[in-house]
């Protein structure tokens, strides 16, 4: 697998599967889906999170990654989320997840799913948002297109419907972004 290095940026898409990735203090990978989280900066994230082995790992290592869910990895991605790395030694394996460590912080790359934010853990603030700095976004190169973006025909980020429990893949292009509003101007 090829990727290529974004630097910095607010890659996260809306109500996005966010499966979190880990090391515990034996370099061993964990990874838990999470539903709470979203950008609050250039560089930036937030993520709700209770008290899991995920969590453990992230305050040891002060790291972690967010890799985008997507359709082709549903069941895997689910699979993190209602599977206890704590009761399940070999979570990662048992879900089909193989793991790069990240060049720029202590954390596993989930080689399957395509998009990974590496992230500084800056701040837990009243004992569950979990403040991270991202400081590269790397991106699986089979999802550029030529001119340099994620291609959307080939990458089919899912999202997550707190109100029904369900997983939805994300759509055709509908509009341009700071672009079609100027019409009404």
């Keep these: 697998m090829s990727r290529k290095n974004f630097g910095a940026k607010p890659y996260l898409y809306p109500q996005p599967v966010i499966i979190i990735g ?5 370099g061993r990978a964990n990874a838990m889906n999470a539903a709470w989280g979203g ?9 709700d999170l ?7 790992n992230m305050k040891k290592t002060n790291a972690f990654t967010v890799n985008i869910a997507d359709a082709e990895h549903v069941v895997e991605c689910d699979y993190v989320g209602v599977e206890s790395g704590s009761k399940v030694e070999n979570k ?11 060049e720029f912080v202590n954390a596993p790359i989930i ?6 934010l590496e992230c500084e853990l800056t701040e837990v603030i009243n004992g569950s948002l979990y403040l991270g700095r991202i400081k590269n976004v ?17 990458f ?5 419907d707190p109100i029904d429990h369900g997983y939805y893949k994300l759509g055709e292009k ?5 672009k079609d509003g100027l019409k009404l101007k």
């Design 138 to 154: 790397s991106i699986d190169e089979k999802i550029i297109a030529d001119n340099g973006k994620i291609d959307f025909s080939v």
């Design 174 to 178: 509908v509009g341009d972004a700071f």
């Design 39 to 47: 950008i609050v900066g250039s560089d930036q994230i937030i993520i």
């Design 92 to 102: 990662m394996e048992k879900a089909g997840f193989t793991v790069t460590k990240s």
């Design 156 to 160: 089919a980020p899912i999202t997550y």
């Design 111 to 116: 080689n399957e799913l395509p998009i990974a």
């Design 22 to 26: 880990t090391y515990d203090e034996n």
């Design 50 to 56: 209770g008290t899991h082995k995920t969590t453990e």
